[in-house]
């Protein structure tokens, strides 16, 4: 098959991966890297397979795609490219949609004191991350946990059914009508990293684990970096 894979992060590197033990004609859309994130160019570079860091939906494809993959890509896929493979198309977001779609899902789960995050593969129609549902799987927000430790395993998690994710889009099978009250989050810093005094213990203590992704900006006060409760109690 020709397959078209949209990726970024460690996830898309896995999922190229995975795609090229299944031998398929492969062309990848991806994007720079910083030093401290997995490059999937690197990796396209090493395996020799062809890639292209132009914005898929205003680029000339490759090929007439089979199935087109979206694994943490970072652009929004439009039109002419879902009906381009004729809707075989899908995306892995990390959340239980319809709740939390949009940006910083796994965060936001987080700092609103959610039991449970997880993630959602779904083929991708017309709107933000509204198709139907393929795979979905619940993970445990524990209450060690920080955004970082959060991601990565939501990550490891999701990429043990991309191969079924894919099987199923590939032949052409229906997904799930999501169900249930959805929420939305823009991109963009949750509360651009600020922390309000205002807040109750908890949701502070919620919010400084949930900036704390390294070499990203944590939590503030007053221009102050915030890493633990220890450092909001004894500033």
């Known amino acids: 098959m020709n397959v078209i894979l949209c990726g970024y992060q460690w996830a898309g590197c896995k999922a190229l991966e995975i795609l090229r033990s299944m031998n398929h004609n492969l062309y990848v859309f991806t994007h720079e890297s910083p030093y401290h994130i997995p490059s999937l160019i690197n990796y396209c ?59 910083s899902s796994l965060t936001w789960a987080m700092i609103n004191g959610e039991k449970e995050a997880g993630y959602t593969y779904h083929y991708i129609d017309t709107g933000t991350d509204t198709g139907d549902i393929i795979i979905q799987e619940p993970l445990k927000i524990e209450e060690f946990d920080t955004q ?53 213990y908890a949701y502070k203590e919620r919010f400084i684990r949930a900036m704390t992704y390294p070499p990203y900006p944590v939590a ?8 633990t409760m220890h450092d909001f109690e004894n500033g």
Not at 74 to 96: E, M, T, V, W
Not at 220 to 227: A, E, Q, V, Y
């Open 45 to 103: 570079t090493k395996t020799e397979v062809p890639f292209s860091l132009e914005n898929i939906s205003k680029a000339e494809l490759p090929f007439s795609p089979d199935v087109i993959c979206s694994i943490f890509y970072r652009y929004i896929i439009k039109n002419r490219i879902i009906d381009s493979c004729q809707g075989k198309i899908f995306n892995l977001h990390p959340a239980l949609l319809p709740q939390y779609r949009g940006c």
């Open 148 to 200: 970082e430790t959060l991601y990565i395993r939501a990550m490891l998690e999701s990429m043990k059914k991309f191969s079924l994710a894919f099987a199923h889009v590939a032949n052409g099978l229906p997904g799930k009508k999501q169900e249930g009250k959805p929420s939305y989050y823009p991109r963009g810093c949750p509360h651009k990293g600020k922390i309000d005094p205002n807040w109750d």
């Open 220 to 227: 503030k006060l007053g221009g102050r970096k915030i890493f």
